[in-house]
């Protein structure tokens, strides 16, 4: 069963403009939720994550994520796009794995900011 | 990401070759992940070792075999390669976490592959 969905391929905005960028997951117990960003020929970068708390969290570059339990949803989200934000973007998950934790990737949404 | 390296950058090779991917950390992380990169499919986890005496198998070990040389070295070596691994690979870090779980990853800048 997949444990993280990211159901849009790609996502455009226009500069200026709020953006959302939308993940559910599913996994048993308590769920730790990333979002990672990756900018042309680089390595993945952390932006923020949700273990317990605030159910809003804020993480780097401007970026927040709202953690919906009843909808089993992480979406990140940020008030005003920039065009350097365009860039891919994936949520993951942490799952178990025998008796460890692991993390679960979404495909990743490719991030559009027009100017 | 200077904090986690990947030799090489780049590689071209020939079916049926062996190769090997090598990555080095500075974080002084226990745990170390080896990942492939396909457009539309996401990362997708080789193999993870949680120490250098823990070697675990992820969603698409076959054709596949690591070394944990030691904590900050991770290896990652194709026997035969062959033209379907042709990929983006990434070799990721992190410690343990809240009570052992997991926590961040932080990722080296990637190895191109292309197998002909």
């Known amino acids: 069963a997949q444990s993280v969905a990211q159901p849009e391929d790609q996502v455009n905005v226009a500069e200026g403009n709020p953006l959302t960028v939308k993940c559910t997951y599913s996994?048993?117990?308590?769920?730790?939720l990333f979002w990672y960003v990756q900018y042309p020929n680089r390595g993945l970068q952390f932006l923020l994550k949700?273990?317990?708390?605030?159910?809003l969290v804020k993480g780097s570059y401007g970026f927040e994520a709202e953690f919906n339990k009843s909808q089993t949803s992480f979406h990140l989200k940020k008030p005003s796009a920039l065009v350097s934000d365009s860039a891919l973007y994936f949520c993951?998950?942490?799952?178990?794995?025998?008796?460890?934790?692991?993390?679960?990737f979404g495909r990743g949404t490719s991030l559009i900011v027009h100017p | 990401d200077a904090d986690v390296t990947q030799t090489p950058r780049n590689r071209i090779t020939k079916t049926g070759k062996r190769i090997m991917l090598e990555c080095s950390q500075t974080k002084g992380h226990d745990r170390m992940y080896w990942y492939r990169q396909d457009p539309g499919l996401g990362l997708r986890l080789i193999y993870y070792?949680?120490?250098?005496?823990?070697?675990n198998k992820g969603e698409i070990s076959d054709g596949y075999s690591v070394s944990r040389q030691a904590q900050a070295k991770f290896s990652l070596s194709l026997e035969s390669a062959i033209p379907n691994q042709t990929a983006l690979y990434f070799c990721?870090?992190?410690?343990?976490?809240?009570?052992?779980?997991?926590?961040?990853?932080?990722f080296g800048p990637g190895t191109r592959l292309t197998v002909l």
């Open positions: 949700y273990i317990t708390g605030d159910n």
């Open positions: 993951a998950v942490r799952r178990r794995s025998g008796g460890s934790y692991i993390p679960t």
């Open positions: 996994v048993s117990g308590n769920p730790y």
């Open positions: 990721a870090t992190s410690d343990a976490g809240h009570l052992g779980s997991y926590n961040e990853q932080f």
């Open positions: 070792s949680f120490d250098v005496k823990d070697i």
